[in-house]
């Protein structure tokens, strides 16, 4: 086993379901999230070599994870419109509906999907990792000051959304 | 009562924490194994090259059969553009860039009209966007008409259609009308409205941009009843005006030079405005080192 295989395991067994839960915030899909974070494990193994510091590959794992949860958006976006022009209708829910069916979870999650991006990025990292400010800006390459925005306008957009809910005995 | 930040942490927690992931250790391990494992039959090679094979064979299948999933070369990937979007704050539309993938212009054009969707949005957390996740479709250029085709039934109201008119104009450097084909068969067409730009733009510095010693500031001002001055500030973090000024316009642009060498540092705004009104601003946050 090499060094990379043997600090994958370690990072897998470390990391594994706190990024995939990170990714579900950003995607809204477990499946989808599983993919992205599970493609951030082999990028990671490939340029395992070029890492200065293995001590950073956790923040590299976190940064490839979001950057991949934005890019399977997109990509979600354009699939979705390609078989929206094919199908005009298309019902069939996620294969993992049943496990995203919890009301307070769906809406969370749904509150999320609905503020701009970089909101939700922001708040994921602060409120679900806990991560600094300016480790929130080295892992999105944005500035203190932007962390600080975006992380107030989306918790105030995300509150009144969420209010029902935090009133059901959060 | 249990501090905001709080609830917060346990809300997004709890949308997750119980969550289970299923195990992919063993789907990584398969594809991050070392080529060796990996068996490519030598049949695999075309029969052009079974001459060479005789002789390099092993080495052939060895050397060229094992990148596998590699990525593509870097040299190959696509090169970037920068485009103009329009956002919304105030009622008024405000221009910010954004780095899209180069193409032809039609792709450029969908691609910034995407940045307009609430899921890309604008980087600046002032400005806001009528168009939801999934709104462009498509670009087509035909008959003196921009065709924008829509993945929502209608554009949606406010500033919407405007942001859009601007921000495909602007890439296609076109002020044909624009046609929106909603997804449930309507079309409307939409001239440009000068009216509704902010009268002062900032185009440079972007948001969150760290500076030492001296603050570039560029920007535009609108077609319609252009001010001939505009009037600027540098706010410290407390919000209180350090430095401030006037400058002039000229062909619709104005530029300015800070020195911020003396400022403390830490998070500043600089604000631009027309002379005599400060609510129609337009701001930057910048960091001074």
Redesign the interface.
């Known amino acids: 086993m090499?060094d990379?295989?043997a600090a994958?395991?370690s990072l897998?067994v470390a990391h594994?379901?706190q990024l995939?839960?990170?990714s579900?915030?950003l995607v809204r899909d477990?499946g989808q999230?599983?993919e992205v974070?599970?493609d951030a494990?082999?990028e990671l193994?490939?340029r395992w070599a070029l890492l200065d510091d293995p001590g950073r590959a956790p923040a590299y794992l976190r940064q490839t994870v979001v950057n991949r949860s934005r890019s399977a958006?997109?990509h979600r976006?354009v699939v979705?419109?390609h078989l929206?022009?094919q199908h005009r209708v298309d019902d069939a829910a996620p294969a993992d509906e049943p496990?995203l069916a919890d009301s307070?979870?769906r809406a969370?999650?749904d509150a999320l999907?609905?503020?701009?991006?970089?909101?939700r990025e922001v708040?994921?990292l602060r409120?679900?990792l806990?991560l600094s400010e300016s480790e929130i800006a080295e892992t999105l390459g944005?500035?203190?000051?932007?962390v600080?925005?975006?992380a107030s306008?989306g918790?105030a957009a995300?509150?009144p959304l969420?209010a029902p809910?935090?009133k059901d005995g959060? | 009562m249990s501090h905001p930040d709080d609830d917060l942490r346990r809300l997004l927690g709890d949308a997750v924490d119980d969550l289970t992931p299923r195990d992919r250790l063993g789907e990584i391990r398969r594809r991050t194994a070392p080529p060796a494992r990996r068996r490519r039959p030598l049949v695999a090679l075309s029969a052009g090259l079974a001459t060479a094979a005789v002789v390099g064979g092993i080495a052939l299948v060895g050397g060229l059969g094992l990148r596998g999933d590699d990525e593509p070369p870097v040299a190959g990937a696509p090169k970037e553009a920068v485009v103009g979007t329009y956002f919304v704050k105030d009622a008024l539309l405000y221009r910010e860039f954004q780095v899209v993938d180069a193409g032809p212009d039609a792709d450029r054009a969908l691609a910034a009209l995407r940045r307009l969707e609430v899921d890309a949005g604008p980087e600046d957390p002032d400005y806001t966007t009528g168009w939801p996740d999934g709104a462009f479709r498509e670009v087509v250029v035909a008959n003196e008409r921009i065709a924008v085709r829509l993945g929502v039934d209608a554009v949606p109201s406010g500033l919407a259609a405007q942001q859009a008119v601007h921000t495909v104009q602007g890439v296609l450097q076109s002020t044909a009308p624009v046609v929106f084909l909603g997804a449930g068969g309507t079309s409307t067409e939409h001239l440009r409205d000068n009216r509704v730009v902010a009268p002062v733009n900032i185009s440079d510095p972007v948001e969150g941009l760290a500076v030492g010693d001296v603050l570039a500031v560029r920007g535009r001002v609108a077609p319609h009843q252009p001010p001939r001055r505009i009037a600027w500030q540098l706010r410290d973090p407390s919000g209180r005006v350090v430095q401030d000024g006037t400058t002039s316009v000229a062909d619709l642009a104005w530029s300015l030079d800070l020195d911020v060498s003396g400022e403390t540092p830490g998070r500043y705004v600089v604000a631009v405005f027309p002379l005599g009104r400060p609510a129609s601003d337009d701001t930057r946050t910048v960091t001074v080192r």
């Open positions: 090499s990379a295989d994958l395991e897998y594994w379901d995939v839960r990170l579900v915030l477990l999230a599983e974070v599970q494990f082999v193994h490939k958006l997109r976006g979705q419109r929206a022009r496990v307070r979870r969370v999650l999907q609905r503020l701009p991006r970089r909101q708040l994921a409120y679900y806990d944005i500035s203190r000051g932007a600080k925005s975006h306008r918790s995300l509150r969420l809910h935090q959060l």
